[in-house]
């Protein structure tokens, strides 16, 4: 068996891994990238960028072991959800992508909910203005004379898969985020597809994640050195190309991923859509499974804030300072929602808050704060899984969130529920990618690829820290709720 390559556009960074046919990571590489933001509620970027971190992560993998590279069978891609990608008749981009964390859209949502009553049910979700339909709409109203240019609309990773190979697919699950999917049947919604101005020719074809796409264009494959009979699957959006990666494929397997936003992720085997908890309930990039999904929209991100507040630089240096002091938590509040809030609020108005401060504050209160914070949150979403019929018994943690055992413990303790980190659960939606990739070209059982890694370690809750992070779980919700008038100043 040969090699597979993963490829994750993400929204901080593109992410290549390269592994062997034992799941071994023969080579990685990352190159970041920057958001713009030129207006309140704005969050855009430049579509050419993520070919270009593309381009870098393969030179820096050639470089690091040039015979792996020939020998991949196969590339699959991950990437983040509903941003709006917008591409002329000539496949050129015609303005910058609007992301995930965009929240300009609102008024649009309600459009769109007025226009489609029974969307929460079609699409699994209720309107929110990080979606890519409200975004068109948007578009239609704001920018008619480059709406009116729009011959096709993409995700991040299929404009990746378009520069491979030449092909306009994706995968349900990048789909399902566009809001525009009959999630039930797998297929476009034709209800959905009209309210938001576009048609079905306007939108990629569907595919199941493990399924080939296309082959590499003669100039990729010349280009890299690959065979141009390399094939190119669906993939996954990031949530469930993550899923994949650690083998949370079957009814109930749960985790959180924490990343620059974060997701509390359950998956089921049948559709059950809860749009009035703010669940998303979406098709997994696997064949016939779906997800019960918490989104948030502040993660680690906000670690990356707090640390620039103090000025460290290097994250990894700031927290193992913070746990060789032992730290203990702190009264100080803080509300995570520097890009707004999906899961349970849909604020794209929400701001960060710090609540509490004295003359005495210390920077190190002022981290641990945040990383309760984010914890907090995640209480909410697991609240809302709770509502929805779901209560995990432990819960696994992955993405660069997890290599923090500070973090991961105030995690348990909020939580009430033991924390797992799996062996190389940083790899993340590239591993998952590859293991598509693996599934379209040797045709193994899903059970046999995607299998769960070893445990690395496991973090149970502290009785003792139990009642004090209960009491400021509830100052933390009281917080929101008398600071939500004022966020829709902004």
């Known amino acids: 068996m040969g090699n597979f390559l993963g490829i994750d556009i993400g929204t901080s960074g593109v992410k290549t891994v390269l592994v062997d046919g034992d799941e071994n990571v023969l080579a990685e590489a990352e190159i970041a990238l920057t958001v713009e933001r030129p ?3 704005w969050s855009e970027q430049d579509p050419e960028s993520w070919w270009e971190a593309v381009c870098a992560t393969l030179q820096s993998i050639r470089a690091a072991t040039p015979v792996g590279l020939l020998a991949v069978e196969a590339i699959g891609l991950s990437g983040q959800m509903h941003a709006a990608v917008l591409l002329g008749a000539g496949h050129e981009v015609l303005r910058p992508a609007i992301l995930w964390n965009d929240g300009r859209s609102q008024a649009e949502c309600a459009e769109l909910e007025s226009a489609v009553p029974d ?5 699994g979700v209720k309107a929110m203005p990080g979606f890519t339909a409200p975004k068109l709409i948007w578009l239609k109203r704001h920018e008619p004379e480059v709406f009116a240019r729009v011959a096709h609309v993409v995700l991040p990773k299929d404009f990746i898969r378009l520069r491979l190979t030449g092909e306009l697919a994706t995968d349900m699950c ?3 985020g566009t809001l525009l999917l009959d999630e039930a049947r797998r297929d476009w919604s034709d209800k959905l597809v009209a309210a938001s101005g576009l048609s079905r020719e306007t939108l990629p074809r569907l595919c199941e994640g493990p399924e080939v796409t296309g082959t590499l264009s003669p100039e990729v494959a010349r280009h890299w050195g690959f065979s141009n009979s390399v094939p190119v699957v669906a993939g996954a959006g990031d949530a469930a190309a993550g899923a994949i990666g650690i083998g949370a494929v079957s009814e109930g397997d749960a985790f959180i991923s924490l990343g620059t936003s974060a997701q509390y992720f359950l998956v089921t085997e049948s559709y059950r859509p809860r749009p009035e908890n703010l669940l998303h309930t979406f098709a997994h990039g696997l064949p016939g499974r779906w997800f019960q999904m918490a989104a948030l929209l502040n993660g680690a991100s906000c670690l990356a804030f707090a640390a620039r507040l ?10 193992g300072r913070l746990e060789a002091i032992v730290p203990p938590a702190t009264d100080l509040l803080f509300l995570p929602y520097l890009s707004g809030e999906r899961t349970p609020h849909n604020d ?19 981290i641990v704060s945040v990383l309760q914070g984010v914890a907090y949150s995640l209480r909410d979403a697991q609240e809302c899984l709770a509502e929805a019929g779901s209560s ?3 819960i696994a943690v992955i993405g660069g969130g997890a290599r923090s055992d500070l973090w991961m413990q105030i995690l348990a303790d909020v939580l009430d529920r033991p924390v797992l980190r799996y062996r190389g659960g940083a790899k993340g939606p590239a591993f998952g990618a590859a293991r598509l990739a693996r599934l379209a070209r040797t045709g193994e059982r899903i059970e046999e690829v995607c299998r769960r890694p070893a445990v690395e370690s496991m973090l149970q809750p502290r ?18 709720r008398a600071l939500k008038p004022e966020f829709q100043r902004f």
């Open 348 to 366: 794209p108005h929400a701001r960060g808050v710090f609540f509490g401060l004295t003359g005495a504050t210390t920077p190190e209160e002022l």
């Open 392 to 394: 995990p018994g432990q």
């Open 463 to 480: 009785a003792d820290r139990l009642n004090f992070h209960h009491v400021q779980f509830s100052r933390f919700k009281s917080l929101y």
């Open 39 to 41: 207006h309140p509620l």
């Open 119 to 123: 969307l929460g049910t079609i699409a």
């Open 174 to 176: 990048d789909a399902a």
């Open 310 to 319: 103090v000025g460290e630089s290097d994250i990894g240096r700031l927290m």
